[in-house]
């Protein structure tokens, strides 16, 4: 605590949402506030109006360290009425810096904002600066087990195209304040800005460099609200939000990575002998694929994620599955899709 920087206005801002995660909070505390740095910096919790005493909590450490702790405590849940953590905390963040951390997740090492920052400064391009994390899930006796750690290419800058095949969680974050309002200040009225849209509109304002460290823990505990659906109601999910991806984030190149995911997508589902979904009829989606298909082709590397079912199966489903006319319909298209 005798290293802490207090004095002066925060060059950091630590946004940490959280709701419901009573067990875990405190981890995620102790990792910000054991931070080791030549700037101040501030944490801001919000609470959304958890049920299991997480409030508390954050009420303690914030009148433990009322000069570095901000809370932010909902009396209504804003998450059931179309409220999203992430623009808020930002809108309230002092820094110029922004550093994310969801309640049920938590740092490692006590240098990571240090290293990160000084990562951005020396990068002016870069949008955000990104690391290293591994996942952890409970077993059957509740102990946390440790074994997956999120490969990534190496490179120190990573670029739109290292995004496909590298993954890097919200935890290891630390983000160009102003490029982030103004993503959100755009875009959040359109579109769901989650972790995925936070990636993509951050790389289209510069690359993110990394630092080759792991510096966080991603707690799986399948309560989340992706991680609690099962594989269908994830992937539909997952075909609503791209579809508003397509339509609306108008960065150079995403419509064509947008319309390839989305035709893998709904392959996956009709694969699966899932037509109607989404509110949509078997008709619509079919349309959908089709369009997406013909005009963006299905891309190989995504083909490789649904492997596990033979896509030679398709037209048997969908004979099976879809009425006459559609099929034969469908059999007009046929030489002209593409990879």
């Known amino acids: 605590m005798s ?58 450490y914030a009148a433990n360290y009322p000069h570095i702790i901000r809370p932010v405590l909902e009396q209504e849940n804003q998450f059931s009425q179309g409220v999203r953590a992430t623009p808020v905390l930002v809108n309230l963040a002092k820094g110029e810096y922004l550093a994310l951390c969801e309640g049920d997740d938590y740092w490692i090492t006590n240098d990571k904002l240090e290293k990160q920052v000084q990562l ?38 990573q670029e739109f195209d290292d995004l496909r095949s590298s993954y890097f969680h919200t935890s290891t974050y630390v983000i160009r304040s102003d490029l982030y309002r103004e993503a959100l200040n755009k875009y959040s009225k359109l579109i769901q800005i989650g972790d995925f849209a936070t990636r993509l509109l951050l790389v289209a304002d510069g690359p993110f460099v990394l630092l080759k460290e792991v510096v966080s823990i991603y707690r799986y505990t399948g309560k989340g609200m992706w991680s609690s659906m099962n594989a269908p109601q994830q992937k539909a999910r997952l075909i609503d939000v791209l579809e508003g991806y397509y339509q609306h984030l108008d960065k150079p190149g995403f419509r064509k990575y947008f319309g390839g995911m989305l035709s893998v997508n709904y392959l996956w589902m009709f694969l699966r002998g899932k037509f109607a979904f989404n509110n949509n009829s078997a008709y619509a989606n079919l349309r959908r694929f089709m369009y997406f298909t013909i005009n963006y082709g299905i891309p190989g590397s995504a083909i490789a994620n649904i492997s596990d079912i033979p896509v030679s199966a398709m037209g048997g489903i969908l004979k099976r599955f879809l009425p006459d006319a559609y099929w034969k319909y469908l059999q007009t298209w046929r030489g002209k899709f593409r990879r």
């Open 3 to 60: 290293t802490w920087l207090t004095k002066g206005e925060p060059v950091v801002s630590i946004c940490c949402a959280t709701f419901n995660h009573v067990g875990y909070l405190e981890d995620a505390l102790r990792g910000f506030l054991a931070q080791v740095t030549s700037f101040p910096f501030e944490i801001l919790v919000r609470d959304d109006a958890s049920t299991d005493g997480t409030a508390d909590i954050v009420r303690r």
């Open 120 to 157: 951005l400064r020396d990068h002016p391009g870069a949008s955000m600066s990104v690391a290293r994390t591994v996942s952890c899930e409970y077993d059957e006796n509740r102990r946390l087990i440790c074994q997956r750690q999120y490969e990534d290419n190496g490179k120190n800058l």
